[in-house]
Structures are given as structure tokens and as C-alpha cells.
T-cell receptor
Framework: NAGVTQTPKFQVLKTGQSMTLQCAQDMNHEYMSWYRQDPGMGLRLIHYSVGAGITDQGEVPNGYNVSRSTTEDFPLRLLSAAPSQTSVYFC?????????????FGNGTRLTVT | TQLLEQSPQFLSIQEGENLTVYCNSSSVFSSLQWYRQEPGEGPVLLVTVVTGGEVKKLKRLTFQFGDARKDSSLHITAAQPGDTGLYLCADPGSNSGYALNFGKGTSLLVTP
């Protein structure tokens, strides 16, 4: 079972460049989300989606865009990368999105912005 | 956003020792999840607790949910190097579960 697949695993960008972090899940989960993890800050929610065509902002959405055209895919776009976006990014999915349903995480994308 | 406080922040112990880590909040949890994150990987769910006073066991790991549902603990008996990782607690927050709220975690190192 693939679960949640994130690509790429590592990425280095220069300030001002744009890129898309890919996320795909094969569990037919309705709920998908993006988190960033920084030392001493824990996991912070960037954007989430409760189904195809529906997205909403999380705690730290500035500088990021998302779309959900299919149930399987939930890409995260950095429009103009900044050093403050250096982080580890995790995509997650769950069946219902409530606290009773486990989040399934990918293995992360480690992004460095110079 | 409900603030989840985890303690200790870091813990380094030797194989065979017992340990307890804590997750606390000033507000009542509707439910609480515990995750373990190994280096280079994403978090993996260990357990969900829902009822005040609930105790759940997962092999050498014992999870307790406080009677008032404001705190939870994770106790590991006879720790092994494979228990090394970041232990995170998370709750649904106030957004009907669409914004799972994580604590900052306890980083555990178990040395042989």
C-alpha cells in the first residue's frame, strides 16, 4: 500500500523562485492537509481540503496556494519562495478529518530557500 | 487555537528504563491523539483517547486520558532503542476536527 506519497523528498530554491510540492493518496480519503514542521514550532497547518473542489486556510497560509481537482491529489504551490519558507512540509490525509479518524502522513519534503 | 503543552521537551534515557511524557491543556479535549515520528519520516498514529479516565495499552506503551479530559500521559515501560522518536499529541481544536492541533512534541532518545 502506497498510502500518502510526497515528491520531491528534497528541494533547494532561490529566493523568488516558484515550485509545486506534490501529494497523492490512494486511500480514497476525502480530507487532505498540508503542514509545515519547524524546530521548536511543532506542526502547523497551512491549508486543508475536505473534498475535491473545496479548500480552506489553516494557521499559516500566506505565501502558499492549493487546489484539489481530484480526490487523490493535493499539490501545494509556493508562488515566490522566501527564506522563511525553509521547512519540512508534510501532506496528510484522513477518512473524515475529525479527531476520531487518524491522519496518514507522507514522509515529507525538505525545502531549503537560499 | 487551544494550546497543547508537552513535557518534557527532550528526554535521553538508557535501554530498559521507564519514562512518562505529558500533554496538557487549559481547555477540555474532545478527543486526543498520540503520534510517533521517527527521524526522516512522517508522524504515525499510536492511539486515540476519547473518554475521561480512559487507559489504553499498546504493548509497552500505556496511554491515560485525564478524568477532566484536560491532560494525557504516555508511559513507556522498559524503553528500547526502537522507541526513539518525537512523540506528539494532537486534538481537533475548535474547527470541527478540520484543523488538527499539534503540541510541539517530546523528543525521546533511547541508547543501548
Amino acid at each position: 500500500n502506497a498510502g500518502v506519497t510526497q515528491t520531491p523528498k528534497f528541494q533547494v530554491l532561490k529566493t523568488g523562485q516558484s515550485m509545486t510540492l506534490q501529494c497523492a493518496q490512494d486511500m480514497n480519503h476525502e480530507y487532505m492537509s498540508w503542514y509545515r514542521q519547524d524546530p521548536g514550532m511543532g506542526l502547523r497547518l497551512i491549508h486543508y481540503s475536505v473534498g475535491a473542489g473545496i479548500t480552506d486556510q489553516g494557521e499559516v497560509p500566506n505565501g502558499y496556494n492549493v487546489s484539489r481537482s481530484t480526490t487523490e491529489d493535493f499539490p501545494l504551490r509556493l508562488l515566490s519562495a522566501a527564506p522563511s519558507q525553509t521547512s519540512v512540509y508534510f501532506c496528510a490525509s484522513s477518512r473524515t478529518g475529525t479527531g476520531y479518524s487518524p491522519l496518514h502522513f507522507g514522509n515529507g519534503t525538505r525545502l531549503t530557500v537560499t | 487555537t487551544q494550546l497543547l503543552e508537552q513535557s518534557p521537551q527532550f528526554l535521553s534515557i538508557q535501554e530498559g528504563e521507564n519514562l512518562t511524557v505529558y500533554c496538557n491543556s487549559s481547555s477540555v479535549f474532545s478527543s486526543l491523539q498520540w503520534y510517533r515520528q521517527e527521524p526522516g519520516e512522517g508522524p504515525v498514529l499510536l492511539v486515540t483517547v476519547v473518554t475521561g479516565g480512559e487507559v489504553k495499552k499498546l504493548k509497552r506503551l500505556t496511554f491515560q486520558f485525564g478524568d477532566a479530559r484536560k491532560d494525557s500521559s504516555l508511559h513507556i515501560t522498559a524503553a528500547q532503542p526502537g522507541d526513539t522518536g518525537l512523540y506528539l499529541c494532537a486534538d481537533p481544536g475548535s474547527n470541527s476536527g478540520y484543523a488538527l492541533n499539534f503540541g510541539k512534541g517530546t523528543s525521546l532518545l533511547v541508547t543501548p
